[in-house]
Structure formats: structure tokens, C-alpha cells
């Protein structure tokens, strides 16, 4: 089945509910369902607003049934809305296309959707490929600080025989994102700001609620710049606030709306995040839900983090 909200015992984790903005320029204004996975989809920009997938821990596989294979959602027509191998991410020395930083990148991870059956796990598998779970991601950050929180929750979902989780990922969309294209016939893209995840899980008898978020690089550049990416665990309304996507139910659960501990800040220069902080202040009144939120709280969604991650034991769950 797909995304299922009772899918930990004794609780109820609903899909997000998007803002009016968000539903109106997503594709039929409704969540799509997979076997293994649910999103919701921009037919303006060819990537999800939201990946949201189960994890059952107790049952994950140790290795993948199936090789990876990418390809059109058949939900989505048509199937130009979705951004593909044509457009951002193919590298041809002949016809002088790239070679570019952008993976594709999976929203909804390929061995977290790999679970139960083996029949169904080869299903979830091949769907993970899907162009509408895609997403350029910069290499640096895809091969280093997005893959480790990845690998950080698969360890939690498999600890102590198994556990299950909810997880929700999805791109930062700004007004400002880069255009990109490897051709001059190509028709461009815009590469998404940054990245987040919410993981829900219960520990110990309490549930979890864990919000990260990532920024892809200084994107006002032209060019894309070198960076080494951080990590940060924020708040859950830092990441409402970047996304037009509320998460009511979960709120309760945020740990770091408990956690008084004094963290070192990360210093931040970014113009990027300056002018998404100008951009989101501006528009403040009366528009996606931001008018009941607090100049702190767009201060902390665009500045540094809540709490940088250096080390995965700088987590507080």
C-alpha cells in the first residue's frame, strides 16, 4: 500500500497538508500513491513538493532485488511535466552536454522503500526510479551529508529487532533557484535551494519527530561553487515555513522544541539565505500561514542552523 499514516501502532502521522499556493501548482492538487511511497507533485518546477514513505525496520532487505532503472511516472501526463535525463541531468562529450555536479538524487530512498515481500520490495524498488521521486542533487552534498542522515535513520529503524517509521523529504523551492541546462535546445531548470527530511519514529515508548534541512549550495552564483554542505537539525516549523507544508500532528513530537541545551552556531554569509529571508518576511502577511509566525522564526529558517550536525551523536531525539 502506499504512504500509510497509521503505520506505527497507536498513532496517527498524516501527509502533510499543503498551503493553498502549494495545491494549486500541484499536479491534480492531490497526493499521487505507489505501492511503496506517496507524493505530491510541481507541475511548475518537475519535481515533488513531498516524498512521504513508510520504513518497517523488521523486514527491510539486506540488499536490493532489482538494478536501477529511471523512467516516467505514468500518473503524471504529460510526461514532459517531469524533469528526466533530457533536461539537467545528461552528460554527451559528443554533443557537448556537461558533464554538470547534478545526481539524481532519490527523495524517497531506494533501500527504505525495500521492505516485506520480495515481490513487493522489487515493485518498491523499481518505483523509487520513478523521474517524479528525482531531484537534482549537488554531488558533494549527495555523496556526503544527505547520504549520511540516510544512512542514520535506516541504523534506527533496524536497532532492537526492527522499528517503523514515517518519513517525509522534499526540495526548498525559491523564487531565486538557479535556471540550468546542459544544451542550448534544452529547456531549462531551476535547481532547488536545499533539502529536508522529517523522520517520525518512537523510542522508548515516546514518539520522535526530527526535522533536518540542508542547503545545496550559494545559488545566487551563475556557476555552481564548491562547497562542503552542513547538515542541520531544525525545527519542524522552520521547515513549514520553507515549504508551504504543515505537519500539525508532529509538532508536538519536535524534540528540539524541548531541548534547551546552548549549541555552537554555525556563521553564515550566505546572500542566498539573506534574500529567502527577505523574500519569505516580505510576503509574511496574510499568505501560506505565514502571518501567525514570529520574525525569530523566518531569522532561524534561513539563517543557520537550529543545531549543526557534525556528528550524527549531535542529534537530539
Known sequence: M???????AGQAIPLPTPSDRVSQSAFTGEYIHHL????????????AFVSAHN???DSISSSQHTSRSFRHDPQI???SLQVDNDRGYRE???NNLGPNPWDRGHLARRKSLSWGTEADASVAERESDLWSNIVPQHENLHDHAWGNIEDWMLERVE?????????????????EDPLHKNGANE??????AGFWKVISIQLDGAMRSAGFLVWQRDYDSDQP???APVLEQVRLTTIEVLTGLKFPALRAFDPLLFDHQTRERTVSTSEARARVRERLWTRRAGRDGVSDLEEELITQATGPGTAAITSMRDIVL
Open 92 to 94: 554527451s562529450a559528443t
Open 36 to 47: 511503496r511511497h506517496s507524493l505530491l507533485f510541481s507541475q511548475d518546477r518537475g519535481f
Open 55 to 57: 520504513v518497517d525496520g
Open 187 to 192: 529547456e531549462p531548470i531551476r535547481i532547488p
Open 2 to 8: 502506499p504512504y500509510d499514516p497509521d503505520f506505527i
Open 77 to 79: 501526463h504529460p510526461t
Open 159 to 175: 536497532d532492537d529487532g526492527g522499528r517503523r517509521a514515517c518519513v517525509f523529504t522534499g526540495p526548498v523551492f525559491t523564487d
Open 225 to 227: 561553487l564548491p562547497f
